[in-house]
């Protein structure tokens, strides 16, 4: 599969090990009340109950509607965060930038979320094709981002480019993974500007 990123453009200032840089947990939240009201708020509207759902680059909150989900798996790169977590069924720990196969089967979930983390990946086309893959006909793709960053760990493309040239940075990796993007939400609820491209797989289009 070719890659959405040149070698220049997936380059970051910190180029030492992931798993190092994330081994501390931080169990704070990386945008605004408001912005994750909105999420939630835009989960709701994509997600229903008993749905399975796989949230990608999460940490110790999903940002899900209070209601029942059959399950809810949830990777990151702490345990100590996923651990936390109160809505995970299950969670794994995984660099996506060293490893982009998912542990997951084929058509297994009704919704892969990611959000406020897209911007780290190095190899985002394969990492999407992993989503489209573990994504069950009719299923989601929900990538939320705003202005916030640990930019020594966030890839070259995304540090240079203006907010609306990261999103549709976020919508060619959906391309590139084999999902069509269904609409992109601008919105800016608080402090934080709320940017999210909700996607389908192709092959539902």
Do not use: I
């Not at 990608?56 to 651990?83: C, I, K, R």
């Not at 997951?104 to 959000?115: G, N, Q, W």
């Amino acid at each position: 599969m070719p890659e959405v990123l040149s070698d220049p453009q997936r380059r970051r200032l910190d180029d030492g090990d992931d798993a190092a840089f994330y081994d501390r947990p931080r169990l704070v939240t990386h945008a605004d009340d408001a912005f994750l009201a909105r999420l939630t708020a835009l989960y709701a509207t994509v997600l229903d109950p008993g749905d399975r759902v796989f949230d990608a680059m999460g940490s110790w909150v999903s940002h899900l509607p209070g209601y029942a989900f059959d399950q809810v798996v949830v990777h990151g790169l702490n345990e100590a965060e996923l651990t936390a977590n109160d809505r995970a069924d299950e969670w794994f720990l995984q660099d996506f930038n060293a490893d982009q196969s998912l542990p997951l089967a084929d058509d297994a979930f009704d919704a892969v979320l990611c959000a406020l983390s897209v911007q780290y990946l190095q190899y985002p086309g394969a990492v999407f094709a992993e989503f489209e893959r573990v994504l069950a006909p009719g299923g989601v793709l929900v990538v939320s981002v705003t202005n916030r960053m640990f930019p020594t760990k966030a890839v070259r493309a995304w540090r240079q480019a203006a907010m609306d040239d990261r999103v549709a940075l976020v919508e060619s990796y959906c391309r590139a993974g084999g999902c069509v993007v269904d609409r992109v939400v601008r919105d800016r609820p608080g402090d934080d500007p709320l940017y999210a491209v909700v996607a389908r797989p192709e092959t539902d289009a």
